[in-house]
């Protein structure tokens, strides 16, 4: 059975760090993942990606701040929020293409069921 978390998360202080993770299990490997965000209020927004060579992309807000890792064996993807803002607060979710077991190693879409970062002096 396929099942994506979320965790990590929390509460920082402006200038703080945080990490917010995405782990599937049931799968073979986790190809690619699409990291949003979405402030109360607001419509949800693209904060970054990683593709399936470990290439990246961030949004200009978010540059030299937040980093994208993955960890294969443990079919985990991360997002790394540092040197946090107030206007970072918001619920995070990863949007991540899985690989599914052998033989058919099928690739489907997958959402995170989101998780709180509040960034607050």
């Known amino acids: 059975q396929v099942q994506l978390v979320e965790s990590g998360g929390g509460l920082a202080q402006p200038g703080g760090s945080l990490r917010v993770s995405c782990t599937a299990s049931?799968?073979?490997?986790?190809?690619?993942v699409h990291w949003y965000r979405q402030a109360p209020g607001k419509e949800r927004e693209l904060v970054g990606a990683?593709?399936?060579?470990?290439?990246?992309y961030y949004v200009d807000s978010v540059v030299g701040r937040f980093t994208i890792s993955k960890d294969n064996p443990n079919n985990t993807v991360n997002l790394h929020l540092n040197s946090l803002k107030p206007e970072d607060t918001a619920v995070y979710f990863c949007n991540v293409e899985v690989i599914g077991l052998p033989p058919q190693f099928r690739l489907w879409n997958d959402w995170g069921h989101g998780i709180q970062v509040t960034v607050s002096a």
């Open positions: 049931g799968v073979f490997g986790i190809n690619s």
């Open positions: 990683m593709g399936s060579q470990n290439e990246t």
